[in-house]
């Protein structure tokens, strides 16, 4: 969706790095040997023509990050040219779905071993054709503990090239969805010799003046018209360059959170597109504790969460509200509909009919707690103080269960403080934010080791349903998945609120038909038109 803004007070603030995965030393990268794989003869390095002019009509904010490789760099001032230099696998379209590219086809029989077929016509900007021997490399870059896509591949145990087109991907368990996490960037084998490590998209880097800048390749496998031949890269150190860079139209689209915590403010007539993320807030529940133990207790509670008017103040527009863990423009976003927030009188019958009851009159329900004892209900909600929409959240929660004969103390810590209740179970609810990966598992939550599942939730019928979803193929794994937040919503480990958005952010006047996904601002990049 398209916003317009005059003179927005917008946050901006240098995006944290994705959190390093532990190394995997079992997997085996095997490439092909000589004896099965002969080396194909490389192609004649492409000269590339000089570039037009510089002139600042269009240009991107660049880290200054030398010798360039993208599978090892977390630096988010390099976020958005390199979209446009390097290509994955697969892409991400606006429903989160994968989209082949330079994969041609895959297959798989049972979600654990995977077969890609690879385009044959696809050159890196240094003139080789990409082979099986450089996605095996690649793929070996990106499960490196310093890689920022590591997390993503914490299951695969083997990685083979079956011939120069073909690669197999074995994983150590089933894993649906698996190959959305496969757009990660491809380079050649051989990337050490180059500065910048040479991709396959649509622009090369070209470093002959005082800063690099990309040059339309003419060899890009898709021949398709692109909207420039040239794009400035502006070196940036720091948020002020950011700023200064944007408002001075050096930069011309960056991305932006509305809701990091503290940032210097940008004025600018600006021109802003949604970009819809897998970043889903939700309030955790300590399920280890009475009378939060009781999963009929926890669906009592959270068919008392607004989760509409919750979002609306705590977010504006720039978040989506939902009961299910998937982002709501996906397809398993889309699969169920949750009930309308119950009436108070509604929720309290439910309550009674659980025994809970207000016996001394004094406002508070009591719950039985045992051997002829009776004790208030008492919840303390914890929040990360740094996040004014959380404790929008946090308050009105509370307020929504005080009405019902809850007490509800709401702490607002500091974030080392505020992990360290959550590893305590010093907590009853806490309202957290995760980002989900493109595959949405829910691992972080649900897994005995997840970082989330602080109280060990565990639940049979649900690891029954989730073992079921991971080796679905993907004519029922909708079905699959419509079965495990069912039983989510019965259990109630925890209460989904929203999906928070991003922006994209253009000069006014300047772009139109921007489509920016969520893990690239530049998708269906030959579309846009940039007026000169």
């Known amino acids: 969706m398209k916003r317009t803004a005059a003179l927005l007070l917008l946050i901006l603030l240098l995006l944290a790095g994705c959190q390093d995965g532990p190394p995997n030393p079992s997997v085996r990268l095997i490439l092909p040997g000589d004896d099965t794989s002969p080396t194909p003869t490389p192609s004649a390095n492409i000269v590339l023509p000089a570039g037009p002019a510089r002139s600042h009509t269009f240009g991107l904010p660049w880290s200054e990050t030398l010798p360039y490789r993208p599978l090892l760099d977390k630096l988010r001032y390099n976020d958005e040219w390199s979209k446009l230099c390097y290509e994955g696998l697969f892409a991400l379209d606006e429903a989160f779905d994968p989209q082949p590219l330079l994969c041609s086809a895959w297959s798989t029989a049972d979600n654990q071993t995977y077969l890609l077929t690879l385009r044959q016509d696809v050159l890196f900007h240094n003139g080789a054709s990409m082979t099986a021997n450089d996605v095996i490399y690649s793929l070996g870059q990106a499960m490196l503990e310093m890689s920022p896509y590591a997390d993503r591949f914490t299951l695969v145990s083997s990685v083979s090239a079956i011939d120069d087109q073909t690669v197999e991907i074995v994983l150590s368990s089933a894993q649906d969805r698996f190959v959305a996490l496969l757009d990660f960037p491809i380079v050649p084998a051989n990337e050490a010799a180059s500065d910048f490590s040479p991709g396959t998209g649509p622009y090369a880097v070209r470093f002959e003046e005082e800063s690099p800048y990309l040059l339309a390749f003419s060899d890009w496998w898709r021949h398709q018209r692109l909207p420039l031949s040239r794009v400035d890269l502006t070196p940036v150190s720091g948020q002020d360059d950011l700023v200064y860079s944007f408002q001075n139209g050096m930069v011309g689209l960056?991305?932006?959170?509305?809701?990091?915590?503290?940032?210097?403010?940008?004025?600018?007539?600006?021109?802003?597109?949604?970009?819809?993320?897998?970043?889903?807030?939700?309030?955790?529940?300590?399920?280890?504790?009475?009378?939060?133990?009781?999963?009929?207790v926890r669906a009592a509670l959270a068919s008392a969460l607004d989760r509409a008017g919750?979002?609306?103040l705590a977010y504006g527009g720039f978040a989506a509200p939902t009961a299910n863990p998937a982002p709501p423009a996906s397809a398993r976003g889309k699969l169920l509909t949750p009930s309308p927030t119950n009436s108070s009188d509604t929720i309290m019958l439910r309550l009674l009919e659980l025994g809970f009851s207000d016996d001394d009159a004094d406002g508070v329900l009591e719950y039985s707690?045992?051997?002829?004892?009776?004790?208030?209900?008492l919840l303390d909600l914890v929040v990360n103080a740094e996040s004014d929409a959380r404790i929008v959240i946090s308050e009105q929660y509370a307020q929504t269960l005080r009405a019902l004969g809850i007490q509800v103390s709401v702490k607002k810590l500091s974030y080392p403080d505020y992990l360290a209740a959550l590893g305590a179970l010093e907590y009853d609810l806490y309202v957290g934010e995760t980002k989900l990966p493109a595959d949405f598992s829910l691992k972080n939550l649900l897994a005995a080791d997840g970082l989330w599942n602080y109280p060990k939730f565990a639940d049979e019928e649900l690891d029954a349903r989730l073992a079921a979803l991971a080796l679905a193929p993907p004519e029922t794994e909708l079905y699959a998945a419509q079965r495990v937040y069912n039983r989510l919503f019965e259990t109630q480990p925890f209460m989904v609120v929203c999906f928070r958005s991003k922006l994209a952010c253009t000069q006014r006047g300047k772009i139109s038909g921007l489509t920016p996904t969520a893990s690239n601002a530049f998708y269906n990049w030959p579309n846009w038109l940039v007026t000169e």
Do not use: Y
């Not at 707690?369 to 209900?377: K, L, Q, V």
């Open 310 to 312: 919750l979002t609306e």
């Open 369 to 377: 707690a045992g051997r002829n004892r009776r004790e208030p209900f």
């Open 254 to 296: 960056m991305t932006l959170d509305l809701f990091d915590p503290v940032a210097p403010g940008l004025h600018a007539s600006m021109e802003t597109w949604d970009i819809p993320t897998t970043n889903m807030v939700f309030i955790g529940v300590n399920t280890a504790k009475a009378p939060l133990d009781n999963p009929e």
